[in-house]
């Protein structure tokens, strides 16, 4: 892992200079802020557009504004009038994935996890065994599992701070004149996205702004989750006639790298020579296969995120060293490179002495971020000859996020139930909008077909042999295990390991 000092003329790491490249990766139905935008559409950048968006003065504006506490659907308020604009009905759903909220949880939410085929990714032919694969990792991770939330409180925040986000990007709304009801669904664990739409529904919203929480779009984070709406919505009368609209990644826009510019600040004042504190960027890591055979957007809005960040950084003096790398890996494919854990030892062996970690992919503190890098990942750049260690925290409640998460929800309300095909592939302050089926139809066409294992069949260790090398295994696996149950005669009945039928 090269470390490249970040420098006013854009020279960076040849590993994070690839935002050329990038810009032509976006996912691919992309709107744009500032461009020419067709007269029935209006972006909702201030009070005055607003108002005429919807036709209403400021008065008629106020009237309709609802007195409402805060809602959250995870929360449950018992709320039964949604805020208006006119006979609009506004609701937001923020996605995230959910994690454990006591010990006893972790083991039903591993197995959530790892039954989400855009997780863990099997062969068509073995699509039924997605479920007890799944079975299986979670009785077999859950005990360390268990250890890790132990260690942070008996589980996770994540359900918390969310709900605090939620709660924050209600006011933020309210007091930018768009009275809005925010609502909270997980992917994994509760509130799950299916009790979200509920309320929804129950609510009478007739405009949607779905908001995934994860600052750029991946097939296995984002990507899962507007699966799971989209099968929801097909199902759904009510929900296919409802106008929505999804922004699903928002790592480029100008509120949330000021805000990120603005926490590795405040960090950085907190060492003895800030000026020689390496600034070391730490993803979550997704299975490289994602990348480079399904056309997965993550690494190049991962790479083009930091560069943005650090360019911000540079116009404050701020002109560190810097280095990204991928957390979080499971299983023995090989993930997007190069490793955190590696990458901390390498830069302990080329002498660095001060890191400061910034835990890029993550809004919320949650397990990555309060054990992983705080726990393991310190130990082991103590191990590894760095001295000064720090860490910025995630994001939360930082008002200049919230207030652009705001900005963001309000710019997408011209284009619910619309799509301005023309702007495709714009560039400039990026806001990807479009509905659920038709960004994910477009993703989908766009993407690369996966390619064969082999075209010609071989044996031996090469890449493309092992994946079938692999899969004949797993093949004579499963046919000596089916005839071992139906027979009851074999090796693991002679080993006590399956019952001996009598």
Known sequence: MNVAPAS???????????????????????LQQGICIPQRMYRLSNLSKCNNSWGLSKQQLNKWMLPLGAVVTSKCQNVSTAPRIGDERIGVLLLNLGGPETLEDVQPFLFNLF????????????GFLQKPLAQFISVV???????????????????KITDAQAE?????????????????????????TEEAIEQIKGDGITKLVVLPLYPQFSISTSGSSLRLLESIFREDQYLVNMQHTVIPSWYQREGYIKAMANLIEKELEKFNCPEKVVIFFSAHGVPLAYVEEAGDPYKAEMEECVDLIMEELERRKINNSYALAYQSRVGPVEWLKPYTDETIVELGRKGVKNLLAVPISFVSE??????????????LALKSGIEKWGRVPALGCEQTFI????????ESLPYVGAMAVSNLEARQSLVPLGSVEELLATYDSKRRELPPPV??????WTRSAETWNGR????AVLVLLALEVTTGKGLLHQWGILPLFH
């Open 366 to 379: 949650h397990i990555e971020t309060l054990e992983e890098i705080d726990v393991e990942y310190k130990e």
């Open 455 to 460: 075209t010609v069949w071989e044996w031996g």
């Open 115 to 126: 039954a989400d085929p855009d997780i863990i990714r099997l062969p068509r032919l073995f």
């Open 403 to 410: 207030s652009d998460l705001a900005a963001a929800v309000i």
């Open 8 to 30: 006013s003329s854009g020279s960076h790491n040849p590993c994070l200079s690839s935002s050329a490249a990038s810009r032509n990766l976006k996912f691919p139905v992309l």
């Open 168 to 192: 924050e990007l209600r006011k933020s709304l309210w007091e930018k004149q768009v009275p809005a009801k925010v609502y909270v669904g997980m992917r994994y664990w509760h509130p799950f």
């Open 141 to 159: 991770r859950a005990p360390k599992s268990k250890e890790g939330y132990a260690s942070i409180g008996g589980g996770s925040p994540l359900r």
């Open 472 to 475: 004949a295994a797993m093949l």
